[in-house]
């Protein structure tokens, strides 16, 4: 008499099944959850281990509503159920099967909890599913999940939690538990329908550890319940992060916004449906699709006109067979992306993986030599966290390759054409990855951080165009300055090994100063920069700006950059910005900087200007004076086009007077003892030194003039003629400023103002 193997569970016909004809579900023993013809699964279920085949197919009739014979059945348990490990051989032992083994698996897993412990400790969880709870856990969620990012910002937390390893590593480990918590939420939402969990445990998920849940007990539950069970983790992170804010509360300590924000994270990587975390599952789930990828293949085929009317593509419901071909369309293209560039750009990570492991190395040898215990812990997460994606790449690369090698070695068995092609094309293949990963042309070079790292950056240069202007490890050509020391210039026949620092991008002049470039304006900011490369020309640059600041954090910068390389040139930059704050500031920390650079420079004149005006409102101004303000800054911007073949000294002088007359504007506005304060602010400017730029000396000041609380401002001017270079900052409260104005002829040397 048959006998069904241990650990055959039947699980029924899906509900909410996306099949036309819902196939009913089989979980073996080892896991591996099997579906079933109408007929097979209606034999299956009259296995009880004491029914003769007479009385199976007579249970089995009955359910079908169709005769069945004994040698019928008799025919289906020798030549299909027992082969797939569902009915015990006749000697009483299961045959051996072999277990799907998909790329996207977790693989290799431990079982951490088995099916019973897991029951039990998941029990009590399944209380927090109330709805009233989920409410209001949701929506403070998402309240704590934008002040964290929208408002209260991450920086400090970062801070904090550098300035504290311990700290840090009691982040990483909360974020490490709450993984697992993660698979709390599944097992407990699992509960709270009814089904029941299964083991818990741990594995590698592509190049990521992960923790799982044995939820196949979902299958039996209704639609709404699984898309709770696969929505669980998710709840369960929310609970966590809800958990840290209370603990910042308490405390204070920013770094515990870390784990907040890891959270987040965890839940949106959990959420695209492109593998197998959360989002593909409840996307199977809603469409009622147990597996996805097994969907792949008929999807692809159905797009051939000779399929259109298959039965194999018409096996879906039609909204489902229109969501499952938008995912495979999806899925298929980003996935094969991702196999190619990561197959094409391994030796450049693991390149880099080296160089950084390295380094590592040595900051926690040096911290090891230094007693610092937690410095070293630090570190070695920190080699952990490289060595963990770089070798899971090799090895999903290397399982991909082995499967595709077996799969096809199998198929084209008894076919010699077939396999001599297949032998060909796997060849041709193995010598392109021994080109692309053999080291030739720096291909093991670590990633540096100029570089872009897009797609077309990816694939081989003869594939892509190079873009104009200088980039690493491309041959192209850029007009470059050359000491005249009595030497005759290179030539292609007698070349001499130069210098050229390559600008970040193809557009603008080439970059040859001796610094980084100075970065483009943050959120509030303001910059001009004039770049002087070509002899005989004229560079200026004008940027004027009036800002309205209603933040408790004012760190608005305003910047002037001159910079001049080329021979009877010229280069002016003027900054000229007005923060008006309106109400109260905790932080008020405005940056006010220029910078004039001639390098190289002969018979040239650099020249930069950052004027900055910061006053503090005590309120949002009324509308007589609001129009006042908008009719002045229209003048202000019309003279900001008009100021080239202007002097340094007038531009100067203009826009102090355009200062005098925003601040007479908004003066009846603030308290009487700011109003005395700025009547009596002397205009006289003073100087203050100022810090050299890349390792140049100073040759300015920044003119600045003593004042009172409520405004603050004033003028940052360098100048510089060849071949000094000047810079200056300021930010001292200057509600009257009046500047001297500052220059220097062609080939003088630098004064300061």
């Not at 055959?8 to 579900?25: E, F, I, N």
């Not at 890891?262 to 959990?270: E, F, G, K, S, T």
Request: proline share 8%; with cysteine.
């Amino acid at each position: 008499m048959p006998v069904l193997a241990t650990g055959t569970l039947l699980l029924g016909r899906q509900p909410g099944s996306g099949y036309v004809d819902p196939p009913a579900l089989v979980h073996r023993g080892d896991g591996q959850v099997m579906s079933l013809t109408p007929l097979l699964y209606a034999v299956l279920e009259a296995v009880d281990g004491e029914r003769s085949f007479e009385d199976i197919a007579a249970a089995a009739s009955g359910r079908l509503g169709r005769d069945l014979h004994a040698d019928d059945v008799r025919t289906l348990v020798d030549t299909k159920l027992r082969p797939l490990g569902l009915v015990l051989m006749t000697d009483g032992s299961c045959a051996e099967v072999g277990k799907a083994s998909p790329l996207l698996a977790l693989r290799p897993r431990v079982v951490v909890s088995k099916p019973e412990l897991t029951r039990r400790i998941t029990a009590p969880f399944a209380l927090l599913f109330n709805p009233i709870l989920v409410v209001v856990s949701t929506l403070a969620f998402a309240a704590v999940g934008y002040w964290v990012l929208f408002d209260k910002g991450l920086a400090s937390a970062a801070y904090d939690a550098f300035q504290r390893p311990g700290l840090l590593l009691a982040v990483f480990a909360i974020t490490v538990v709450s993984a697992g918590f993660h698979e709390f939420g599944h097992a407990a939402a699992l509960r709270r329908g009814g089904g029941t969990p299964g083991a818990m445990g741990a594995g590698l998920y592509l190049i990521w550890p992960a923790f799982y849940t044995d939820v196949t007990d979902s299958y039996r539950l209704s639609r709404g319940a699984r898309i709770r069970t696969d929505l669980g983790g998710l709840y369960f992170n929310a609970l966590v992060a809800l958990g840290m804010w209370g603990l910042w509360l308490a405390f204070r300590w920013d770094g515990l916004l870390l784990v907040i924000a890891a959270q987040i994270l965890q839940m949106v990587r959990q959420l695209p449906p492109l593998v197998r975390f959360d989002g593909y599952h409840l996307l199977a789930d809603v469409t009622g699709v147990p597996d996805l990828f097994h969907r792949i293949g008929p999807t692809m085929r159905s797009f051939l006109p000779r399929r259109w009317r298959h039965a194999e593509s018409r096996a879906l419901r039609p909204w489902v067979r229109v969501v499952v071909t938008l995912w495979v369309v999806l899925v298929v293209p980003l996935l094969l992306v991702s196999a190619v560039v990561t197959v094409v750009a391994l030796p450049r990570i693991l390149g880099t993986t080296w160089h950084s492991l390295t380094a590592q190395a040595h900051l926690m040898s040096l911290a090891s030599q230094h007693g610092d215990i937690t410095g070293v812990l630090v570190k070695a997460l920190a080699m952990l966290a490289l060595v963990v994606p770089a070798g899971g790449m090799v090895l999903m690369i290397a399982r991909f390759g082995r499967q595709v090698g077996m799969r096809t070695w199998r198929r084209t068995a008894g076919k010699p054409a077939q396999r001599g092609l297949a032998v060909v094309t796997m060849f041709a293949m193995l010598t392109g990855l021994a080109y692309a990963w053999w080291p030739h042309g720096g291909n093991y070079r670590p990633i540096q951080p100029y570089e872009r790292g897009t797609l077309a950056d990816a694939l081989p240069a003869a594939v892509t165009a190079p873009s104009p202007g200088l980039h690493v490890g491309r041959q192209a050509s850029a007009t470059t300055m050359w000491v005249n020391d009595g030497q005759p210039l290179p030539t292609a026949d007698h070349p001499v090994l130069g210098l050229v620092v390559a600008p970040r991008t193809g557009n603008g002049p080439t970059w040859v100063f001796p610094f980084n470039k100075p970065p483009a304006p943050g959120p509030g900011g303001n910059q001009a920069m004039a770049i002087a490369t070509q002899d005989g020309s004229t560079a200026y640059d004008v940027a004027f700006a009036m800002v309205w600041a209603d933040h408790p954090t004012v760190l608005n910068r305003n910047e002037a950059y001159a910079f001049a390389s080329c021979k009877n040139c010229r280069a002016l930059a003027v900054s000229f910005q007005v923060v008006l704050i309106v109400g109260h500031a905790n932080v008020v920390a405005p940056q006010n900087i220029s910078a004039a650079v001639s390098y190289h420079c002969l018979k040239c004149l650099t020249q930069a200007l950052a004027v900055q005006l910061v006053v503090t409102l005590p309120g949002k101004v009324d509308h007589s004076r609001q129009v006042a303000l908008d009719k002045l800054w229209a003048q202000i911007l019309v003279f900001s086009h008009h100021l080239n073949g202007m002097s340094f000294a007038d531009i100067q002088q203009q826009l102090a007077s355009y200062e005098q007359q925003i601040l007479a504007i908004v003066k009846p506005l603030l308290p009487a003892t700011q109003n005395t304060s700025l009547s009596s602010a002397s205009p006289t400017p003073s100087g203050t030194p100022t810090p050299s730029v890349a390792g140049l000396a100073p040759a300015s000041a920044s003119p600045t003039a003593p004042g009172a609380s409520g405004a603050s401002g004033g003028p940052s001017a360098s100048s510089s003629g060849s071949p000094s270079a000047g810079s200056s900052a300021s930010g001292s409260p200057s509600p009257s400023p009046k500047p001297s104005p500052s220059g220097s002829a062609p080939g003088s040397p630098s004064p300061s103002s």
